[in-house]
T-cell receptor, first 110, second 116 residues
């Protein structure tokens, strides 16, 4: 089986930096992905980590520690349009399935 | 980038009828597609993995006779909700993985099903 935990809600102001943590338990692990989903829309891919360390993509960075079964998504220079739900997802080695965490709702305030 | 198209976006049906949802990968071949279900303000729950040319594999607790999945070609997977009931009302989202980008899922627009 698998389980993923992330905070349910985070609030920050425009221009700030926010970190969304994700801890996971899984029987077979390939990597950790992050997705953004606006209300009523489909998830969109943000980042993927298969190896330990930091991956940077513009204002978004993602970190993975395989030994700690932990990762985080870092959002810098927050903008109002970043208000959305953010999901971590593990890519399992069995059949390459992707299981999602419960999601973190990010509220960005002026 | 890889594009996945899902149709219909919205569907309302009467209890007891069946509804088919299509998921197409438009610019890449997807040997594997995934079907998720999402309740309001909740996570995406993996329902089944759709494999081209073979039977789908269902997650524990998902009724395979209720949710029929067919993956007849490398670009098309369908989900049929049979004998739908109000409790089947949900947001259904398909996704596909491009083998060139293994850590990334490409999602369709989703289908919101309302069963009256």
């Amino acid at each position: 089986g698998q389980s993923l935990e992330q905070p349910s809600e985070v609030t920050a102001v425009e221009g700030a930096i926010v970190q969304i943590n994700c801890t996971y338990q899984t029987s077979g692990f390939y990597g950790l992905s992050w997705y953004q989903q606006h209300d009523g829309g489909a998830p969109t891919f943000l980042s993927y980590n298969a190896l330990d360390g930091l991956e940077e993509t513009g204002r978004f960075s993602s970190f993975l520690s395989r030994s700690d079964s932990y990762g985080y998504l870092l959002l810098q220079e927050l903008q109002m349009k970043d208000s959305a739900s953010y999901f971590c997802a593990v890519r399992e080695s069995n059949f390459n399935k992707f299981y999602f965490g419960s999601g973190t709702k990010l509220n960005v305030k002026p | 980038g890889a594009v996945v198209s899902q149709h219909p976006s919205w569907v309302i049906c009467k209890s007891g009828t069946s509804v088919k949802i299509e998921c197409r990968s438009l610019d890449f071949q997807a040997t594997t597609m995934f079907w998720y279900r999402q309740f309001p303000k909740q996570s995406l729950m993996l329902m089944a993995t759709s494999n081209e040319g073979s039977k789908a594999t269902y997650e524990q607790g998902v009724e395979k006779d209720k949710f029929l999945i067919n993956h007849a070609s490398l670009t098309l997977s369908t989900l049929t909700v049979t004998s739908a009931h109000p409790e089947d009302s949900s947001f259904y989202i398909c996704s596909a993985r491009d083998q060139q980008r293994p850590g990334e899922l490409f999602f369709g627009e989703g289908s919101r099903l309302t069963v009256l």
